[in-house]
């Protein structure tokens, strides 16, 4: 199978239930808002030497492709017979558990920081903010576009990205620059 099916070459492309939309639709770019994020949480995992974070940004990575599965498939044909594309109420508690769990490590928050710090930790502060976009990207799309549990996850998940930032970088000895 090669890689380049050319059937893009016009500019458009297609969901999963096989309708063909310019490659420019809210949908796309939502889904391609959570690929950027994916590739950034990947980017972040190669700078990254921490036994604790890196298996929660790979099991993340794996989330975000079952939601941009979801927001692939208008028609809900995947919903009911793939699994690996669920996510639930029980994905979003295991996040806030995460974001408690690196909390408890922090320092309390009293100002805004700056994002910078490790090249680990600068790099989740820019997978905070794509995150953001692609919430923005899914809430354009209107509430009946895809299941609550999704944008749930993606708002949590923001959170969770900073405090990981904050983590890591604390892990690695680097202060935080209030603003």
Not at 139 to 150: D, I, K, P, T, Y
Request: glycine residues 8%; negative net charge; contains cysteine.
């Amino acid at each position: 199978m090669k890689i380049y099916t050319r059937t893009g070459d016009s500019g458009d492309t297609a969901l999963f239930d096989g309708t063909r939309v310019p490659k420019s639709d809210a949908r796309v770019a939502a889904y391609g808002d959570l690929d950027e994020l994916n590739a950034w949480l990947g980017l972040v995992i190669a700078s990254l030497n921490d036994d604790d974070v890196a298996p929660k940004l790979r099991q993340i990575q794996r989330d975000l492709f079952a939601i941009g599965s979801r927001l692939a498939d208008p028609s809900h044909r995947i919903a009911g017979r793939v699994t690996k594309a669920v996510i639930s109420a029980d994905d979003i508690a295991r996040l806030e558990g995460w974001i408690d769990g690196l909390d408890a490590e922090l320092a309390t928050l009293r100002r805004f920081i700056l994002a910078g710090g490790s090249p680990a930790g600068a790099a989740l502060h820019v997978a905070r903010t794509v995150c953001r976009r692609a919430e923005r990207s899914m809430v354009a799309l209107g509430e009946q576009a895809f299941e609550s549990e999704l944008l749930r996850y993606v708002n949590r998940l923001s959170d969770l990205l900073f405090t990981m930032a904050r983590a890591v970088n604390q892990r690695a000895g680097m202060p935080e620059v209030e603003w």
